[in-house]
């Protein structure tokens, strides 16, 4: 008997041999959680988890000191790459200890996050799992330092003393990294469910920073007795929660939404009533919903559909089907699909896409041949139209002379839940005039006693810009609810033609509606006809290839050059001569190093400290923006020009996850080939704030990663794993593969 083996009572096994246990590529919960981990095993028998008998031997080994023994463990071509077979591990032996020391040398500027900003040595030695931590191997470069914190991050917060890591989650292909992340992580870490236990949890919200604001709160309406018994259950139950449960009135004025704008709640949320498996009785279970990321903790209007883009696309079905029984539910009991469900947003909307929604999730639940999937899409079209109709094609947001809608929510007051300082600029004028402090001359003005109508008329258009998801730019400052936009005008178009198609299909072609109206095929698809010729007459520019907003108080078409002037092929609404000058005309303008770009630089105008930067305004790029615009180029055959903008959007997004610890932001500055997501503009960016490892990425970026990779063949895929910059990728392209980016 050696030394060894009385350490050691049972034969020692190469971790290789392990490998039948292991995808290097599980999730966390997987990877890190209580089934893979030693500790929490019995060491007999052979099912163990990949760990287990490593972990046995390992940790007596060490105990015994390891480089005393007179045995060596195996020598190092042992651990070389090529001698595993790629598949080399390392044994973090004390995941705490490894996480300090990588970064104390590698995070030099201590943000918790290894960039190329950090100027260490770029270079930690770990010791392989082959030679149970002895041989030391050199993990180098940002990349990889960077996944090993991320990994070590997630080891930690699963409560792992030590691991065993594959060299493959270090060195994993940037492009597949993000993709699984997003696929099992990200989408994951933005779902709620509300539930008795977490309510009060997820009523909590960092944006108004009052007392009352303190306390979690949820607003029921009047008519749902279940959902208020449910919600005081839950606040019973937990009574430390302190969750303050109350009815909204029947009547939700835009007086009774400011007078609880200092006790703001999250608002109800459908819910379905069936036997619960657990107890066998009837109970109440929410419907799951996915929040957009960052201090945006709650069900957002069209970050929902976008993010719907990206959860059916991941075979999440139920989680875009619960957004749209939430809108449902929005629509009957608060009139509208809100801005998002907290108090503060009751009076306003977003950009409206449910009739899309609701067919992608009808198609992806099985169409036709699923009854719950029919229900759920007659359902859905009879509250769109509701909302089409009491909504947008109703006062104040309808424009009678043109026929075309604005944004333009009611409500009073100053907007809580913008960032602190926000309007400090155009407070501080009426302070003065009154001269009192701002935040005095703020409760004046909120609560009636001082009345300033060109501040009222201010107000107005500032909600305005919220309500049209765009908040903020130059586009629309002091004129928002006074503006046909292209992007309203255009969801609107879709509605109506989807409708009409609904009616043809689902209801022989005549349909009463919820406000009990009967309306037939015919009727739908005479209004879409009417605002595609409104569209026409009203926004577009021949000369420009735009489709500009129309001032309905001037009378006038506007300049401002903005992305959103493709929602038009999205929508179907564009002539094909009109797309035709948009792509030769309007494109070449907003194309930029990173992809659509929100505006032209010369429509924002000049930028200074008089005149800050907006977030909606060049030189920035969003999503939804990148999103809508390659699915209508596709639509009207412009494929190669979709694919080329989103190399350009997927580079970018590679680009920052690589150099900057796996970032994935809200928005990008799509000029910028290095630092991209440093966006200083209003309230930052969501989704930049994390330590050590980003679990969430942002919502609807998280969609247009998936979504754009569709249009990537393997080279292309290629080329962004090794993070090509799109000029140099473009101009390697050999003659034949150039037309697939409509390139001459
Ligand atoms: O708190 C400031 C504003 O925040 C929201 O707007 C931004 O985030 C939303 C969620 O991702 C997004 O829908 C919107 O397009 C963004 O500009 C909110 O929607 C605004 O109402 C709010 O004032
Ligand atoms: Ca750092």
Not at 409 to 423: D, K, R, S, V
Request: hydrophobic share 35%; net charge negative.
């Amino acid at each position: 008997m050696t030394e060894n083996s009385q350490i050691n009572p049972r034969p020692h096994r190469r971790n290789n041999s392990l490998d039948q246990f292991t995808d290097p590529f599980s999730t966390a919960e997987i990877y890190y959680g209580p089934e893979t981990d030693p500790t929490k095993k019995q060491t007999k028998g052979f099912n163990r988890t990949r760990t287990m008998s490593v972990f046995g031997n390992a940790s007596q080994f060490k105990i015994a000191d390891f480089t005393s023994l007179p045995v060596r463990r195996r020598g190092s071509e042992d651990d070389s790459y090529l001698s595993t077979k790629g598949k080399r591990r390392f044994f973090i032996e004390d995941v705490d200890a490894t996480l300090q020391k990588l970064l104390s040398c590698e995070d030099t500027d201590n943000n918790y996050q290894i960039t190329i900003e950090d100027a260490g040595p770029k270079m930690i030695r770990i010791g392989t799992a082959n030679s149970n931590g002895y041989n030391k191997i050199s993990i180098k470069g940002t990349y990889m330092l960077s996944n090993l914190l991320q990994e070590l991050t997630l080891a930690k917060s699963f409560g792992r003393k030590q691991v065993m890591l594959d060299e493959a989650r270090l060195n994993e292909n940037p492009v597949n990294r993000l993709e699984r992340l997003i696929a099992t992580q990200f989408w994951k870490s933005l779902t709620r469910r509300i539930d008795l236990y977490n309510v009060a949890k997820i009523a909590a919200d960092t944006k108004i920073d009052t007392p009352a604001a303190k306390v979690p709160r949820i607003y029921v309406p009047h008519n749902c007795p279940d959902q208020y018994e449910f919600y005081v259950q839950a606040s019973q139950m937990n009574p430390a929660s302190s969750l303050d449960v109350e009815y909204l009135p029947e009547d939700i004025t835009e007086e009774y939404v400011k007078s609880i704008n200092d006790r703001p709640g999250l608002l109800a949320l459908a819910m379905e009533k069936h036997m619960d498996p657990a107890t066998g009785e009837e109970a109440m279970f929410s419907y799951p919903y996915v929040v957009p990321g960052g201090r945006f903790n709650e069900l957002y209007g069209w970050d929902s559909y976008m993010m719907a883009l990206g959860l059916l696309d991941s075979a999440k079905t139920d989680l875009a089907r619960g957004m749209v029984e939430h809108f449902i539910f929005e629509i009957e009991h608060y009139g509208k699909i809100l801005n998002a469900n907290r108090s503060y947003y009751l009076c306003r909307s977003q950009p409206p896409f449910l009739t899309d929604m609701a067919l992608k999730v009808f198609e992806k639940m099985g169409g036709k041949s699923n009854p719950d999937a029919i229900s759920l899409l007659k359902r859905a079209f009879a509250a769109a139209v509701k909302e089409y109709k009491s909504v947008w094609m109703a006062a104040p947001r309808l424009d009678e002379a043109t026929g075309l809608s604005c944004y333009q929510p009611n409500g009073l007051g100053i907007p809580p839940e913008t960032e602190a300082g926000h309007f400090d600029a155009v407070l501080q004028v009426y302070a003065d005039k009154h001269k009192v402090p701002i935040e005095e001359f703020r409760n004046l003005y909120n609560n009636g006693t001082v009345v300033e109508p060109e501040l009222d008329e201010y107000f107005l258009h500032d909600r305005a810009v919220r309500e049209s998801g765009h908040d903020t730019t130059y586009r629309f400052d002091g004129v928002c609810a006074h503006l046909a936009t292209i992007d309203l005008n255009s969801l609107l178009y879709k509605y109506e033609v989807d409708i009409a198609e609904h009616i043809e299909l689902f209801h022989d072609g005549e349909f009463t509606d919820l406000l009990n109206e009967k309306t037939d095929t015919a009727y739908w698809r005479s209004r879409a006809a009417k605002r595609k010729q409104r569209i026409t007459k009203y926004l577009w520019d021949e000369e420009t290839g735009f489709f500009h907003d129309y001032h309905i108080k001037f009378k006038e078409r506007m300049t401002y050059e903005s992305a959103t002037t493709l929602w038009a092929l999205w929508a179907g609404v564009a002539t094909l001569e009109q797309a035709h000058s948009m792509v030769t005309k309007a494109l070449p303008k907003l194309e930029m190093l990173g992809g659509l770009v929100s505006c032209t630089e010369e429509s924002r105008g000049e930028v200074s400290i008089e005149r800050p930067t907006r977030q909606w305004d060049y030189p920035f790029g969003w999503a939804p923006h990148q999103i809508l615009a390659w699915e209508g180029l596709s639509k009207y055959d412009y494929v190669g020009e979709a694919r080329r903008l989103a190399y350009r959007w997927l580079y970018l997004m590679t680009k920052a996850f690589v150099d900057y610890n796996g970032i994935v932001v809200e928005k990008y500055d799509v000029t910028k080939g290095t630092d991209p997501h440093r966006v200083e503009a209003e309230y930052g960016n969501q989704g930049a704030d994390f330590k050590g490892v980003a679990t969430e990425g942002f919502g609807w970026v998280n969609t247009s990663y998936v979504l754009g990779l569709k249009f990537m063949d393997t080279s292309a895929r290629r080329g962004l794993a090794s993070c090509i910059s799109p000029d140099s990728f473009f101009s390697n392209l050999k003659p034949e593969h150039r037309g697939k980016y409509a390139m001459p």
